[in-house]
Nanobody
Framework: QVQLEESGGGAVATGGSLRLSCAAS????????MGWFRQAPGKEREGVAI?????????YYADPVKGRFTISRDNVNNTVYLQMKSLKTEDTATYYC??????????????????WGQGTQVSVSP
């Protein structure tokens, strides 16, 4: 099992930027995609950005964040990042990183992920 710890959340004004980090430990392996998800109060958890295994040459971004968020990974340090720019109030949520089930190669569905961090709060004010 993989242990995940997110950091970097906080409160910013509209248009601001934040960089989230997710440090993985335990049974980590670079041959797995990793993902960032978010959940706002009263809403379902949704996939925000996914990065493929190894060099991370394949990425997925949810439509609302395309062009504003960038996912990257550092396999040496077992860390995945989410750079968020031009933040909007609708980006307010708890952000989670996750690693997939063993049989999942690349998916954006939360049901395809097994190990989750505790989450980090992102709050964007008007």
């Amino acid at each position: 099992q993989v242990q995940l710890e997110e950091s970097g959340g906080g409160a910013v004004a509209t248009g601001g930027s934040l960089r989230l980090s997710c440090a993985a430990s335990g049974a980590t392996h670079p041959q797995a995609c990793m993902g960032w998800f978010r959940q706002a109060p009263g809403k379902e958890r949704e996939g925000v950005a996914i990065i493929s295994a190894g060099g991370g040459r394949t990425t997925y971004y949810a439509d609302p964040v395309k062009g504003r968020f960038t996912i990257s990974r550092d396999n040496v340090n077992n860390t995945v990042y989410l750079q968020m720019k031009s933040l909007k109030t609708e980006d307010t949520a708890t952000y989670y990183c996750a690693t997939p089930l063993p049989d999942q190669i690349f998916t954006s569905l939360p049901t395809g992920f097994r190990d989750w961090g505790q989450g980090t709060q992102v709050s964007v004010s008007p």
